[in-house]
């Protein structure tokens, strides 16, 4: 009996051993990868070589452009490189950085402060409304930066151009000092010119400023532009053909086009048909698509006469009574063509 047992317990024994041998031959042992990641500096044979990224006083930065321009994308900066600190980890740029990235800052928006220089910088600097630039009237060289460009300022408030609304997040703002209009006893505004001096000084601002950052031409509004039904700065003194003409600056429109447009609305009873419900519909669709917030209500109500004045203090200042006229329809007409929505 005893001599049994002691078989049984040795039996036991050798299977529960061979059964754990068994066990650690079939266990999973991760094998050593063959290809180590890289580290910096280390390219494969398809990768382009990265401009690398300077450092000065322990602030790295990085100003070359590797993505393509045509697409609006860049990986330029302008500014000190941001980088998180995680507590107990490292974060490296080995990878840095990546092509699929644009500019935040899309849109370059002008205003007049409609105030004298002191006022406009306490106002701008110190209250709660901002804006990256202030183009003073002073007679200098000298113009004020307020806010970081990788910042958003509060300068153009309930806003929208196009598919864009809050244009705060998407733009760069431009104050210029000038005392903005006076309101005659009629309820006619009287605006104020601007000095050469003064637009000099914007024309070179906004030269660089769309440089920078391939801002295209159909961005470069007015506060008016964006905000019609509200506002009216930079007003219809300001000069946008002479920016246009002599700058390269912002949009206008082909006379011949504009011609041919106001020739076919004046061959027909462009005056019979105003208040028809369609001909405004077809005003407010055009306004819409070049870029206007605008409901298409059929109707001349408050917000498309607004909407037109603001049209025409961009581009037929000589006459912004609101009225959509056949000069005023062509002009709108010819822009349309020239710059279409993508």
């Known amino acids: 009996m005893r ?22 031959k079939k266990q999973y042992i991760p094998r050593t990868p063959s290809v180590q990641p890289k580290t910096a500096g280390q390219t494969s044979a398809n990768d382009k070589p990265k401009p690398k ?20 994308d860049n990986t330029a900066s302008y500014g000190s490189i941001v980088s998180a600190k995680p507590a107990g980890y490292k974060v490296v740029k080995t990878y840095f950085p990546a ?17 004298p220089d002191d006022k406009s910088i306490t106002v701008l600097s110190q209250q709660a409304v901002s804006a990256h ?16 460009e990788n910042k958003r300022s509060y300068h153009a408030g309930v806003s929208a151009w196009r598919a864009d609304k809050n244009l705060n997040d998407t733009s760069i703002g431009i ?21 050469e001096a003064q637009v000099k000084k914007v024309a070179a601002l906004v030269k660089d400023i769309v440089a920078r950052y391939n801002i295209p031409a159909t961005n470069i509004l007015a506060h008016s532009d964006i905000a019609p039904t509200r506002k009216q ?9 002479k920016l246009y003409d002599e700058y390269q600056i912002g949009m206008w429109y082909d006379d011949a086009v504009k011609q041919s447009f106001y020739d076919l609305a ?17 005003v407010q669709t055009q ?50 063509v020239k710059y279409p929505t993508k």
């Open 266 to 282: 004046t061959s027909t009873d462009f005056q019979s048909k105003y208040n028809d419900p369609t001909f405004i519909f077809n």
């Open 175 to 195: 104050e210029i000092v000038n005392s903005g209009f006076t309101t005659g006893a009629a309820g006619k505004r009287t605006f104020m010119p601007f000095d």
């Open 99 to 115: 092509i699929a990235q644009n500019f935040r800052q899309r849109y370059l928006i002008l205003h007049y402060t409609a105030l």
């Open 53 to 72: 990224i300077t450092s000065d006083h322990g602030v790295e930065f990085f100003t070359t452009n590797i993505a393509d321009i045509t697409k609006n």
């Open 287 to 336: 306004l819409q698509k070049f870029g206007y917030a605008l409901d298409l209500s059929g109707k001349w109500d408050d917000a498309t006469k607004k909407t037109i004045e603001a049209f025409q203090y961009h581009f037929r200042p000589q006459n912004y009574d609101g009225i959509m006229d056949a000069e005023t329809f062509s002009i709108l007409q010819a822009l349309n």
């Open 3 to 24: 001599n049994t047992l002691y078989i049984i317990g040795l039996s036991s024994l050798i299977f529960s051993c061979t059964s754990q041998q068994n066990a650690k």
């Open 133 to 148: 630039y202030l183009v003073n009237n002073t007679g200098d060289n000298e113009i004020y930066q307020l806010v970081d």
């Open 233 to 241: 700065d930079p007003g219809p003194l300001f000069p946008w053909k």
